[in-house]
């Protein structure tokens, strides 16, 4: 096949040019993301509970459903919450079962479970946990009940956009006016609640008026004002009579609270817009931005767009395709410090179009997106996919000087190496395969790198067999004399290659004196390297990654939110808007404190934003800035980790290792259970008076329901005011003045019916696999998350609790798992490699031999990692994979060259000289390409650059020490483990 690539080069030329056409039309159609979606089977289910106790709740709701869940056998875990009249279970699938089929499940099993009474219909959402929005908005301006009425414009408009999953409007109020019911005038009127919402049903309906269906009232076809909105009759559903609503409400305008401000003090609207899977980035923003361009001109109304991931995107393909394009131009340099052509550089060079575009093609059918990840799978691979052309190029070019016929030497140069370029390419490209099959989040985030390199590695062979020995056979022939700076290049690669070849001679010739040398000598390397396991720096999931915006998170205690919570939010606002190197900030008040979002002019070291915030007027502690990155960073409010404790615990136990935990000094801060305490009103029923009256616990609870809750009577009643509003009711005063209906006896206030409490309850309760749970937030100081789960066995060891009752939650879940799993993946990685050697070499021990540069490279890695100051995270251990694939190639070529020379009729000490002496080149030049291929990747910075540095630092460093062993060590082990032939030491 060889001969026919290099005798019809139309046809070699048809075949990579179809290829590069075929990429080329594929890119259109591969959609932009910043970093890869990540789907997960996970279900939501929310099942209303709103006069429930949570005690209740979790025995009689959750726990059943957890139990059915449980015992299918398809899930991982099951986690629910029970807060606010509600309960909600989230339940993990395994990660063989799609999205959607999680959710067919999930909601079989939800309606064949007997129903709890008091629960209403539930709701299945899909959990998205890492769905960030791709674009958010800040509309400002004076008026709050003007900016939200123009979010509400914009809002159904971009959401109506193709890929477009959610929109999200936060810090909008409602344009509509309140009836504020005074419970007293509502008893001496003898209505209650349930009149107020019957009556809206079923009189204040405008279409049953304008059918002739009308009650005597004074409905008319527009409301025109308040005092008319007053006259809606509500009608006593014992007394029949009709009272107008404004006897015991006062209709007054929907104020509204502002909830979010911007720069300070200008009350703010946020639209926030999600994408679905496989939605394009860039399509969606410039559609976005179309829309907002039409109310940009309104009086009033400013937009400051605070997250654009179309920026981020470009902004990232920019820095990955500078790393790309500085190594294609360092390896060029490395390919002609060695070959000293530029001719050469061309013919080695020439496999990059059809194996990068050709990718393309394989991107598309796999469903890769065009992402950081992806992208620098392109720029690890630059160094990689030469080594195949090179080791060719030096093949053919050494029988050339030899004066072998040019045909003869591209011929017979392809077939002397050609299994060695398949093992070595296939071993490069097996290895990341495991992280493609692994199911897990990692898997998923690394997963469109993994095999963007494969489908490069692999579409590079044809390239090599087909285009390097045509352009090899038309280009190397032709004599020319080179310039002077070509020969000052070369003139430095023979003289790398002759030291390098002349000391490994030196100690082989040492070693070869006596035999028990060569295997000491290895043994020591070996145990050198693997030694360097002691120094394996502290673990982590994912490094922080550097940002110039930042989010601030200030947890506010449940009882101490709405006295503090307003005067919170606007310090936190005027302290971020003083600074002079803010470009702006939004403050907004959320579900469990103040949240805010700023950015600066650069990017600044967070204790130095933590000494800017030492003189706030707040809890110094509770202030938690990071850094947001494209990838989720710490867990709710700021905090880094939590854990859950379980409540079968005894209180001791639970006290104890909270407190060696949070005070073992490498936890700043601790957030305990006590932070959702609160106070509760507690009515327990009398229930020889409530059967008096000819009533029961249930019917006056459904009466109590609605004063708990927002009522929106214009939905329920359907009538036009000349400026749309929501008509909703509140109740003001005592709850316990509330008025009652019961049978046949009139009305009875609820103080009667019932006896009042006050007692502390915990606003959220966890609960995870049938089990009740407290939780435990917590923030590292100058430690990292591996670390408190290592104290967190140890504590859990010392005080005697079982490990289960201790459930490390989040990024520490999630770290636990995907370290599990890319151990399972880097033995994996190492059996394909071994089982690629054994069919080609058929030697258990030349395997051993070649798998034996793995450790050799190892302790290089480490060492990289140490001096680099980087953690053993999830990019290191893909780095650690990708550098098994990498480093074994030299001891292919190595082991190939020597079989090579033994056909020949060589002696052992002959065939490891010249394997050595002919190799050294390749291998250092192919070792050299790598290196400085993913140099830039290092070197240069750039948005989201921490989550692939890892990588680099590991195969860089790695491939240093690998090959310099490669080169002195592994010929040694390969003479000593040689047949012994006559004359030679025993």
């Known amino acids: 096949m060889i001969e026919a690539f290099i005798r019809k080069g139309v046809f070699t030329i048809s075949i990579n040019l179809l290829i590069l056409l075929a990429g080329y039309f594929t890119l259109p159609y591969i959609a932009n993301e910043f970093i890869p979606s990540i789907e997960i089977p996970a279900v939501a289910v929310i099942i209303p509970s709103p006069m429930m106790p949570k005690d209740q709740v979790a025995s009689q709701v959750v726990a059943p459903l957890e139990r059915a869940f449980l015992q299918t056998g398809e899930i991982t875990s099951v986690e629910g919450m029970i807060e606010d009249g509600k309960a909600i279970l989230i339940i993990f699938y395994k990660w063989d079962f799609s999205p959607e089929e999680a959710l067919r499940k999930a909601r079989q099993i939800v309606d064949n479970a007997p129903r709890a009474p008091g629960t209403l219909d539930p709701i299945f959402i899909l959990h998205r946990p890492s769905n960030n929005p791709i674009f958010r908005v800040a509309l400002y301006g004076n008026s709050i009940q003007d900016i939200s009425e123009k979010a509400r414009l914009i809002a159904p408009e971009i959401e109506r956009i193709a890929g477009v999953a959610q929109v999200i409007v936060s810090g909008d109020v409602a344009n509509g006016m309140v009836a504020e019911v005074r419970p007293e005038d509502m008893a001496r009127a003898g209505v209650n609640s349930g009149d107020i919402v019957k009556s809206a049903k079923e009189f204040w309906n405008l279409n049953l008026y304008l059918k002739g269906k009308s009650f005597d009232h004074l409905l008319t076809n527009n409301i025109q004002n308040e005092a008319q909105l007053a006259n809606l009759p509500v009608v006593s559903m014992q007394t029949k009579k009709k009272v107008p609503l404004g006897h015991f409400a006062t209709i007054k305008h929907n104020e509204g609270s502002v909830k979010v401000l911007m720069n300070g003090d200008s009350p703010a609207v946020i639209i926030e817009a999600l994408k679905g899977a496989g939605a394009d980035t860039l399509s969606i923003v410039a559609n976005i931005e179309k829309i907002l361009k039409k109310f940009s001109d309104i009086p009033g109304l400013s937009q400051k767009v605070i997250y654009n991931e179309a920026d981020k995107i470009r902004e990232g393909q920019d820095s990955v395709l500078s790393n790309f394009y500085a190594g294609l131009a360092l390896n060029s340099f490395i390919l002609m410090l060695f070959l000293g052509s530029p001719v050469g550089v061309l013919v080695a060079s020439v496999i990059f179009p059809t194996s990068l575009i050709g990718s393309l093609l394989a991107m598309k059918f796999f469903g890769i997106s065009i992402n950081l990840f992806s992208l620098n799978g392109f720029s690890l691979a630059v160094g990689m996919i030469t080594d195949a052309s090179t080791v060719i190029l030096e093949s053919v070019t050494r029988r050339v000087q030899a004066g072998v016929d040019l045909y003869k030497a591209c011929v017979n140069g392809v077939k002397d190496v050609s299994l060695g370029i398949v093992s070595s390419t296939l071993a490069s490209a097996g290895v990341l395969l495991p992280i493609a099959m692994q199911k897990n989040i990692t898997s998923k985030l690394f997963s469109d790198l993994a095999l963007t390199v494969v489908s490069t590695q692999i579409l590079s062979l044809l390239a090599v067999f087909s285009l390097v020995p045509w352009l090899?056979?038309?280009?190397?022939?032709?004599?020319?004399?080179?310039?002077?700076?070509?020969?000052?290049?070369?003139?430095?690669?023979?003289?790398?290659?002759?030291?390098?070849?002349?000391?490994?001679?030196?100690?082989?010739?040492?070693?070869?004196?006596?035999?028990?040398?060569?295997?000491?000598?290895?043994?020591?390397?070996?145990?050198?390297?693997?030694?360097?396991?002691?120094?394996?720096?502290?673990?982590?999931?994912?490094?922080?990654?550097?940002?110039?915006?930042?989010?601030?998170?200030?947890?506010?205690?449940?009882?101490?939110?709405?006295?503090?919570?307003?005067?919170?939010?606007?310090?936190?606002?005027?302290?971020?808007?003083?600074?002079?190197?803010?470009?702006?900030?939004?403050?907004?008040?959320?579900?469990?404190?103040?949240?805010a979002l700023f950015e600066l002019k650069s990017s600044l070291p967070l204790k130095e934003l933590e000494g800017r915030l030492g003189k706030i007027d707040l809890k110094r502690e509770r202030l938690h800035i990071l850094p947001v990155g494209p990838a989720p960073t710490g867990e709710a409010m700021g905090y880094d980790g939590l854990i859950f404790v379980s409540e079968e615990l005894s209180t001791q136990q639970r006290h104890d290792f909270i407190s060696f935990l949070c005070q073992g000094g490498k936890i700043s801060e601790c957030l305990t259970d006590d932070f959702y305490s609160m106070t509760e009103t507690q009515l327990n029923p009398e229930h020889i008076l409530t059967h008096a009256l000819g009533s029961n616990e249930i019917e006056s609870l459904a009466q109590i329901v609605i004063p708990l809750h927002k009522v929106d009577l214009s939905d329920l009643g359907r009538f036009n005011i000349d400026r749309p509003v929501d008509l909703s009711v509140q109740f003001s005063g005592l709850l316990l003045n509330l008025p009652l209906h019961v049978k046949e006896k009139g009305t009875a206030i609820l103080s009667d019916l019932y006896d009042v409490s006050f007692g502390k309850t915990q606003s959220l309760l966890n609960r995870l696999n049938n089990e009740s749970f407290s939780s435990l937030y917590f923030k590292l100081k100058d430690a990292t998350l591996g670390e408190i789960d290592l104290q967190i066995t140890e504590i859990a060891q010392k005080l005697g609790i079982p490990t289960a009752k201790i459930s490390p939650r989040g990024g520490m879940e999630t770290m636990n798992e995907s370290f599990a799993s890319m151990i399972q993946a880097l033995c994996l990685s190492a059996l394909i490699v071994f089982t690629i050697l054994m069919l080609q070499f058929k030697s258990v021990t030349q395997s051993v031999i070649i798998m034996s540069t793995i450790p050799l490279a190892l302790g290089g890695a480490i060492i990289g990692l140490i001096i680099m100051h980087e953690t053993l995270n999830a990019s290191v251990m893909v780095g650690l994979i990708l550098l098994v694939g990498i480093i074994v190639n030299n001891g292919i070529f190595l082991v190939e060259a020597t079989n090579q020379k033994l056909e020949e009729g060589k002696s052992n000490t002959q065939a490891i000289v010249e394997a050595v002496g002919e190799r050294t080149r390749p291998i250092l030049m192919t070792s050299f390409a790598t290196i400085f291929g993913m140099l830039p990747t290092l070197l240069v910075g750039g948005e989201g650059s921490e989550l692939y540095r890892g990588m680099a630092v590991v195969n860089i460093f790695g491939m240093i020490t690998g090959t310099f062993f490669s080169l002195c060590v592994t010929p040694m082990t390969i003479e000593y483990f040689l047949p012994k032939q006559n004359g030679e030491n025993q």
Not at 545 to 557: E, H, K, Q
Not at 562 to 579: F, Q, V
Request: glycine residues 6%.
């Open 472 to 595: 090899c056979y038309k280009v190397l022939g032709r004599k020319s004399k080179p310039n002077r700076f070509s020969e000052i290049i070369f003139s430095v690669g023979p003289t790398i290659v002759d030291f390098t070849v002349k000391y490994s001679h030196q100690l082989q010739d040492f070693c070869r004196a006596k035999p028990i040398r060569q295997l000491g000598v290895s043994l020591l390397a070996v145990s050198i390297c693997l030694g360097m396991l002691v120094f394996m720096p502290k673990t982590e999931f994912l490094p922080m990654v550097s940002s110039r915006v930042y989010s601030l998170d200030y947890p506010i205690d449940r009882r101490a939110f709405d006295s503090t919570g307003d005067a919170a939010m606007k310090t936190i606002a005027k302290t971020l808007s003083s600074w002079s190197d803010s470009n702006w900030a939004i403050t907004k008040k959320g579900a469990n404190g103040i949240e």
